[in-house]
């Protein structure tokens, strides 16, 4: 099975010259679906981790089922504000200004290993504000793991650069 096949591209979106990656095409696909969640847990079966970290929203949507599958918990990378309870915080830059994500302060025991799974990585920005929280807060990233990698915009370059492993499924280079 193709996933790149079960991406729809819209250009154009959000803003002239950008050629969007909606993955919501191959979420809606049950087959496709299922095939991307189980490649992605048969590629981590062997992995010595502790939990999935999915990032705000996608990232949920993937990461849980990848945990469940693999009988791994599950850590919520969310936007700010958006936890009940006591939570640390990790702020990160945008292309016109700051944003922040956070987790829960007992998310996870110091020293876990950590799998963080998101939909895509463009820039990096958001994955490496989540390995930075993670990490932080006593984790370690064992591998940054997405569907989709758009590797003209560098995230994957970032995150290694930040001594971290990348894994993605499919990549859309220079299109």
């Not at 969007?20 to 490649?39: E, N, S």
């Not at 958001?126 to 064992?142: N, P, Y």
């Not at 940054?144 to 370059?157: H, Q």
Request: negative net charge.
């Amino acid at each position: 099975m193709n996933l790149r096949d079960l991406i729809r591209t819209i250009p154009d979106y959000p803003k002239p010259g950008i050629m969007f990656r909606d993955i919501t095409t191959l979420l809606g696909h049950p087959d496709g679906f299922k095939h991307t969640i189980q490649m992605l847990a048969d590629r981590y079966a062997e992995y010595n981790f502790d939990y999935v970290a999915g990032i705000e929203a996608r990232g949920f949507i993937l990461g849980a089922p990848i945990a469940a599958n693999l009988g791994k918990g599950f850590i919520p990378v969310r936007k700010a504000g958006k936890l009940p309870g006591k939570t640390v915080t990790q702020s990160y830059e945008l292309e016109y200004g700051t944003d922040q994500i956070e987790i829960h302060v007992d998310a996870f025991p110091r020293g876990s290993k950590i799998l963080l799974v998101d939909d895509l990585i463009a820039t990096g920005g958001t994955a490496a504000a989540a390995a930075q929280l993670i990490e932080g807060s006593g984790g370690k990233i064992v591998e940054c793991c997405f569907v989709i990698d758009l590797p003209d915009l560098g995230g994957a370059n970032k995150l290694e650069a930040m001594g971290m492993r990348v894994f993605s499924l499919v990549g859309f280079e220079g299109d």
